[in-house]
């Protein structure tokens, strides 16, 4: 199993980027997907998560400009982040989350993402 993050770069503020994470091996259909972030010297938080129904949850920070979505004939899970800001600067991180019929977590091997002021 393997997921490839991929999208991350260097931007300005108020800039806009779009990350893939394209899964092999799994069929991201069938779970939950999400994306989280880690910034230098802090905890992983959770960015995003689109559930199987489609349902998407987002954290505070992100309301509003950053959209989860998936495209179940690539296998792939997207995040469109728009209005960047400097504080959204870390390493992005896409996620399987467990389903009933599989326990296993797995994690992509992150995207850099840089938001210049």
């Known amino acids: 199993v393997q997921l490839q993050a991929s999208g991350g770069g260097l931007v300005q503020a108020g800039g806009s980027l779009r990350l893939s994470c394209v899964g092999s091996?799994?069929?991201?259909?069938?779970?939950?997907m999400a994306w989280y972030r880690q910034a230098r010297g802090k905890e992983r938080e959770l960015v995003a998560r689109?559930?199987?129904?489609?349902?998407?949850d987002y954290a505070d920070s992100v309301k509003g400009r950053f959209t989860i979505s998936r495209d179940n004939a690539k296998n792939t899970v997207y995040l469109q982040m728009d209005n960047l800001k400097p504080d959204d600067t870390a390493v992005y991180y896409c996620?399987?989350?467990?389903?009933?019929?599989?326990?296993?977590?797995?994690w992509g091997q992150g995207t850099q993402v840089t938001v210049s002021s």
């Open positions: 091996g799994i069929i991201t259909s069938s779970r939950s």
């Open positions: 996620r399987a989350d467990s389903s009933p019929r599989a326990a296993t977590i797995y």
């Open positions: 689109i559930f199987t129904t489609g349902t998407t």
